[in-house]
């Protein structure tokens, strides 16, 4: 039975409607300003419950926004992943639909105060459902000279800027080349800046602490302006508080100056002049239910153990770290308590091998990597095609070729999913769309690994694995039944009329063999990569059996039963098709909108099942006058459905390491529908 | 110097203590009261495909002579292979097999042996197999110490590629890729298995029946890896590499036959320590009694049975044969294992797995 929600991203999905999400084509980004119809509606007086605090405090007025757009930007060692997740918990508590973007260089630590550390992490809430983390912040959170070098091209004029001035120094301008002080010179004439001397007053906060030295006060500084941002977004801080509670248990006087300094970061924002409004976003309209911020990676992580429950097998994880697969290695390690196995192999090559070797002893074998480690495990992926085993093999995809962007998007890893192995050597592939989707797609992918006897390669990337966003929790009871059965009986019989095993003996509707388990007796059998008689296993060199044998396996995958391609088309007169697949659903959907809401016809389809892909999926190509398939990679889907269907699709494609603005997308529909 | 601490290693979780000497197939199930099996019951139905006169056939005999001594249930036996003519082996065998790809047999195995504490798992493997292109996962699958039995099928040649010299081939043997003859320097393979702290190594040779059982039978024993290396005589493309070994009157003047707790010896010489060459050979009359080797497979330092590895000369003047060491330490599927055994403190239900799902800072939204 296929897999009701796959196919269909859980969240951030077609479910829900979003009229901007975040991409807006006026210059006018000031918080507050670009909002200001929301502004209006809903301006209200914050109100102070002690009345001793209203007297030391200027009075803030508290207006609603309905979206935000925050990039914190800041040195690899300045803890801005850190500050980005912690906001984003913050949000997600609230109700916000949110999305985001974390974007880190390769080096731990790259050279302090330069271009190549930048590290940032951008956030997108909103009172509506979103689809992206957004094109341009309207808040900028830099942290020194070269955060802001790295990010102002992306900061519309009349965003808000949050500069800390602590490190505008002669030195660090030098660094990255500003001839002058851009705080001073005019460069930031068009925004509305905040200077803060984020170091100092942190410093400052934590005079008392005398166990701690000036190096280690500062680095609380992440903390202030998490403070600060929590305040002008009226986030809660309780879940912050508890998160640092946990981190620093060992540490109480580091403990107690990340909560100062955080504390400290609120109260400047509520006491100086600096700010005049604090804001707040509303929550989201969802459907009813439990929800989490989830991230990609720990979707993938969770929805592979919960197949595993469903499936009744127990889950083993053969992995080697690897960016940005790791985190799932990490996640899994750490969930025994499901009966989870994990094994950091020697290498990406063993890694797959145990996996495999844990599915030929009744395991659901699993392994995690990226593009390089997907190419070291080819042969193995092979074998596994040639055993007819179950495999889940989770490719995070980055930028490539070789060592490419570690740290980056990318989705250029089709083809060697789909192709990359000696011989023909069909296996199925599968893309989540979003962070949340990827529990599905594991789901999905377990399905297909066990009822095909099958290896599954699971295409997520950089983006998704990081990315989070609200995640409407399941019931483990309402999730499909993955259970499997293994062989217990022999399956044919001796010419004398003795009962044998024939271990390529097939299921006749779904051409899989019979998984039997060492430790079944009268089941004793071997298998190999070396071609195999139909039926009985046994090593053929016969010409006409290999052909035989290389159509079945192809057929078998052919024959995988998957839902059909939806499309969707509001308005049922579009003659423009935007295909997709993988982490591009939420910047397509997004650039759908966009050119929606200017009056555009245009559809949108999203695959989730690349190999097979769903039945009908020649039909919905033929049936529109134009299709682009935005990628990126260099137009690898759209070459395989032009070789297939022979439809001409344009091909829209940008390898930079990120994903599509969903402006960019909304250029390229209008262009196609002006042609 | 490796220490003591090495070897004794602290438990990872609640479990047999370290050192105990719980047999290699102590979790796997046992053949019933009265139950027995043949060799018959041992051999497939598939024609053995090896060339005439190869050194296989014998190890096959071996084998299939003792799996029905070892009293196990046949159906949890497994053999997996990697590539190369040893690897055919599976095909031969009436248990459960896998005829893997080229070197990758011990992590398949690693796998199988950690998600099965059930099962008797055997490497079958080669010297190009395990020491070339698979040698990574040979040794990791030695220091991490799974309770694999890895034999090593190691003829010095490559036979399936038809004729390339194999990292055990000696320097200047001449092959089809070293027409000149080969300038690599031999890996030994027992070295290499001490190096990485393999538990149980030992050598033994093909035609050597009741040797070779012997040692099998004792690596079945052992829990924990086993490495164990068997010269085997390639007819092909490599004939009479081992023969000095094999012909009786050569084979006395160079076969140290190791025996826990005797001296090391060598017709009238006998092996003692030396400060600057580490164990040499020298006659008896001239050995301080106090510097005789007595050989300990059981020391947990394996620095005596390295050094007696060391021993071997590459023209097989003389080659100690035996067990060289056979220590127990932690084995790692049973680590494995105990931490998800602890861990899992009760049978995983629908309300756990939404309990997971929902994780630490779940939030409501009503109709």
């Known amino acids: 039975m296929p897999l009701s929600p796959a196919g269909i991203p859980r969240c951030g999905g077609s479910g ?56 914190f930007a800041g040195d690899s060692g300045d803890g801005m992943q850190l500050t980005g997740d912690r906001f984003t918990s913050q949000t997600a508590l609230l109700g916000n639909d949110l999305s985001t973007l974390p974007n880190f260089p390769a080096e731990i ?37 070269a955060a802001l070098m790295a990010n102002l091209p992306d900061l519309p004029r009349g965003a808000t800027l949050i500069v800390n001035t602590d490190e505008f120094t002669k030195r660090n301008l030098a660094k990255v080349g500003y001839p002058t002080n851009p705080l001073e010179d005019g460069t930031l004439e068009s925004y509305d800046v905040h200077p803060v001397a984020l170091t100092s007053i942190t410093v400052e906060a934590l005079t008392g602490f005398e166990g701690l030295t000036r190096k280690e006060k500062e680095r609380a500084k992440n903390m202030f302006a998490l403070g600060l941002l929590s305040w002008l977004y009226t986030r809660p801080m309780e879940g912050t508080e508890l998160f640092l509670k946990a981190k620093f248990a060992g540490q109480p006087e580091i403990l107690a100056a990340n909560l100062t300094a955080l504390r400290a970061g609120y109260n400047y924002g509520e006491t100086t002049e600096d700010f005049a409004n604090a804001y707040e976003v509303a929550p989201a309209a969802m459907p009813a239910g439990t929800y989490r911020n989830i991230t990609g990676n720990v979707a993938l992580a969770l929805g592979l153990v919960t197949a595993a429950h469903k499936a009744g097998l127990r889950l083993f994880l053969g992995s080697y770290p690897i960016t940005p697969a790791s985190d799932i290695l990490h996640t899994l390690s750490g969930l025994k308590r499901y009966g989870v196995t994990t094994m950091q192999a020697e290498d990406e090559i063993a890694g797959v091998g145990a996996a495999l070797g844990a599915s030929f002893g009744g395991a659901l074998g699993v392994t995690t990597t990226s593009g390089p480690g997907l190419a070291l495990k080819a042969e193995t992926i092979g074998l596994a095609v040639s055993l007819e085993l179950p495999l889940v093999v989770c490719d995070i995809q980055r930028g490539g070729p070789s060592t490419g962007l570690p740290t980056k998007t990318e989705q250029a890893d089709l083809l060697q999913a789909l192709f990359g192995r000696n011989g023909e050597s069909p296996v199925a592939v599968l893309a989540p769309a979003t962070p949340g989707d990827c529990f599905d797609i594991a789901l999905e992918a377990v399905r297909i690994a066990t009822t095909y006897r099958t290896p599954v390669i699971v295409l997520s990337d950089g983006y998704l694995a990081n990315g989070s966003e609200p995640w409407q929790v399941p019931r483990t009871a309402d999730l499909p039944d993955l259970r499997v059965e293994f062989a217990t009986e022999p399956n044919g019989a001796n010419a004398d009329g003795t009962p044998v095993f024939h271990p390529y003996l097939r299921d006749p509707e779904t051409l899989a063999r019979q998984w039997a388990v060492p430790g079944t007796p009268g089941l004793e059998h071997r298998v190999g990569g070396i071609e195999k008689a139909d039926v009985t296993g046994n090593i053929s060199y016969d010409p006409d059996n290999h052909d035989h044998m290389v159509r079945l396996r192809q057929a078998k995958i052919d024959g995988i039963r998957v839902p059909d391609l939806q499309v969707e088309d509001p308005t049922g007169g579009a003659r423009l098709l935007v295909l997709g697949w993988g982490s591009t659903y939420g910047p397509i959907a997004a650039g759908v ?41 260099l137009g690898q889907l759209a070459m395989l459905l032009r070789a297939r269907f022979l439809v001409d699709i344009q091909s829209h494609t940008a390898v930079r390491g990120l994903p599509f603005p969903a402006t960019e997308l909304a250029d390229v529909i209008a262009r196609a529908v002006k042609e | 110097m490796t220490t003591d601490e090495t070897v004794q290693t602290t438990p990872v979780g609640p479990g047999p203590t370290p050192g105990s000497a719980e047999s290699g197939t102590a979790r796997v199930p046992r053949l019933a009261e009265g139950e027995s099996l043949g060799k018959k019951d041992f051999t497939s139905d598939q024609e053995v495909r090896w060339c005439p006169g190869c050194g296989d056939y014998v190890i096959l005999a071996a084998i299939q002579g003792l799996l029905p001594q070892l009293g196990l249930k046949r159906e949890n036996i497994v053999f997996i292979s990697g590539i190369g003519c040893s690897s055919r082996f599976p095909y031969y065998l009436d248990t459960y097999g896998m005829h893997s790809i080229h070197g990758r047999a011990p992590a398949i195995a690693t796998g199988l042996a950690t998600s099965r504490e059930d099962l008797s798992v055997w490497v079958i493997t080669g010297d190009g197999d395990s020491l070339s292109i698979g040698g990574n996962h040979l040794i990791h699958a030695m220091r991490r110490n ?11 040649i490559y036979g399936l590629t038809k004729g390339q010299y194999s990292p055990t081939s000696r320097v200047g043997q001449v092959t089809k890729s ?25 050598r033994t040779l093909d035609n050597d029946r009741k040797h070779l059982t012997s040692v099998l039978q004792a690596a079945a024993d052992h829990r924990g890896s086993a490495l164990i290396e068997i010269y085997q005589n390639c007819p092909i493309f490599n004939d009479g590499a081992f023969e000095v070994l094999k012909d009786r009157t050569s084979a006395q003047a160079r076969i140290i036959h190791l025996e826990a707790g005797q001296e090391v010896t060598l017709g009238d010489q006998v092996a003692i320590w030396d400060e600057v060459s580490g164990i040499r050979l020298v006659p008896r009359e001239q050995a301080d009694p106090a510097r005789i080797v007595v050989h300990h497979p059981e020391a947990a330092d394996p620095s005596t049975a390295y050094a007696l590895s060391r021993l071997d000369t590459p023209d097989m003047t003389h080659v100690p044969m035996g067990i060289f060491r056979n220590v127990t330490r932690r084995t790692y599927d049973d680590a494995v294992r105990e931490q998800v055994a602890a861990a899992q ?18 939030w409501t939204v009503s109709a």
């Not at chain 1, 507050?32 to 509606?41: K, L």
């Not at chain 1, 009172?127 to 309207?138: C, K, M, N, Y």
């Not at chain 1, 909108?593 to 016809?601: S, Y």
């Not at chain 1, 190999?611 to 990126?632: C, F, K, Q, S, W």
């Open chain 1, 16 to 71: 829900r409607t979003a009229d901007h999400d975040g991409t807006r084509g006026a210059p006018s980004h000031v918080v507050g300003i670009s909002h200001s119809v929301c502004t209006a509606r809903s301006t209200m007086e914050r109100t102070h419950e002690n009345d001793e605090d209203i007297a030391s405090m200027s009075t803030t007025t508290v207006k609603r926004l309905d979206r935000v757009i925050i990039r």
């Open chain 1, 109 to 145: 630590r790259a050279p302090q105060g330069t271009l190549p550390g930048v590290s940032s992490f951008q956030l997108h809430f909103a009172d509506h459902a979103v689809l992206t983390p957004g094109d341009a912040p309207d808040v900028l959170v830099a942290m020194n000279p």
């Open chain 1, 593 to 633: 909108r966009l050119a929606r809401a200017l009056g555009t016809k245009v559809a949108q389809a999203h695959l989730h099942h690349l190999a097979p892909l769903p039945a009908n999926t020649g039909d919905v190509l033929r049936a529109y006058d134009h299709v682009i398939v935005p990628e990126m990679n």
């Open chain 2, 146 to 156: 799974v309770n694999l039995k890895i034999l090593l099928f190691n003829n010095e």
């Open chain 2, 178 to 202: 070293t027409p000149l003859g080969s300038v690599d320097q031999p890996f030994n393979p027992v070295s290499l298995a001490l190096g990485a702290d393999a538990g149980f190594v030992a």
């Open chain 2, 345 to 362: 403190t009760a049978p995983v239900t629908d309300a756990d797995i939404d309990a997971l799902l929902a994780g630490q800072d779940p």
